[in-house]
């Protein structure tokens, strides 16, 4: 496990670079127990292909994107894994970035695999992707952290796994991209590798992507994401966060 995590160095980080690693936060059975639950999901559904360039609906809950396949309801339908969703160290780096009051809106399991190619760097602007941003070419002045997503990763983010390619920027910098979105590497980019029980914390407006996998299998993490308070939920928000918050304290001190 990971030596003894400072939450104020976190919060700092997210706030002066856009992003922190929380490196082996999860025990290897944690782990094991997470992918088990994504497994199972992901037999259920048997999709055709474990992503998609555009949003393959396969029912209210699965969505095959260019992320993976994304189970919204993971933890509803393998409630012995809620305790598992976050760990308190985490939560108080979080609010040390986004303050007390904070939210968590949307969590979600992804699953996918070598086929998977170099997708565009984005960010998560607004809770969802910057294609809006994207196609109208007009970029928001954000000067506050008003939301995060974190990444817990399932498996070693190496070379072969994939790497993850991240590119500084402060809070209240430029949202706009830096650089052409479509090539790589970025002048700049920072390479994480990480093993399995780690978890990525993003700023919304920071520029992020991940390689393609040199290995053959499946490569899952579990996502979350949470926002400022006075910040709007996007469009759509996990439902039955509030039936998790049930369960698990943890979940009910950052649930409305």
């Not at 292909?49 to 993971?74: K, M, P, Q």
């Not at 979600?108 to 809006?132: L, N, Q, S």
């Not at 430029?174 to 780690?198: F, H, L, N, Y």
Request: one cysteine or more.
């Amino acid at each position: 496990m990971s030596a003894a995590i400072d939450p104020a160095k976190h919060a700092r980080e997210l706030l002066e670079q856009g992003f922190s690693v929380f490196e082996r936060v999860w025990s290897d059975a944690e782990v094991e127990r997470l992918r088990q639950a994504i497994g199972d999901c992901l037999a259920a559904t048997t999709p055709p292909r474990l992503w998609s360039e555009r949003d393959v609906r396969l029912g209210d809950s699965v969505v095959i994107n260019y992320t993976g396949v994304v189970f919204y309801r993971l933890l509803m339908e393998h409630p012995q894994i809620t305790e598992l969703l976050l760990k308190p160290s985490v939560v108080e780096s979080l609010r040390g970035a986004l303050g007390r009051d904070m939210r968590l809106e949307i969590v979600g399991g992804v699953a996918t695999d070598e086929t998977r190619p170099f997708f565009h760097w984005h960010t998560h602007i607004g809770g969802f992707d910057d294609g809006k941003y994207q196609s109208h070419g007009g970029w928001p002045a954000i000067t506050s952290a008003q939301r995060v997503t974190t990444l817990l990763y399932l498996d070693d983010i190496d070379d072969d796994g994939g790497l993850f390619l991240v590119y500084p920027r402060a809070v209240g910098d430029p949202t706009a991209p830096p650089q052409d979105p479509a090539a790589w590497p970025w002048q700049g980019q920072v390479e994480i590798r990480v093993p399995k029980g780690s978890l990525v914390a993003i700023e919304q407006c920071t520029w992020h992507t991940a390689l393609p996998m040199r290995r053959p299998g499946l490569r899952m993490f579990l996502g979350c994401s949470f926002r400022a308070e006075g910040v709007p939920p996007p469009a759509w928000v996990d439902p039955e966060l509030t039936e998790l918050a049930r369960r698990c304290p943890l979940i009910a001190s950052v649930v409305a």
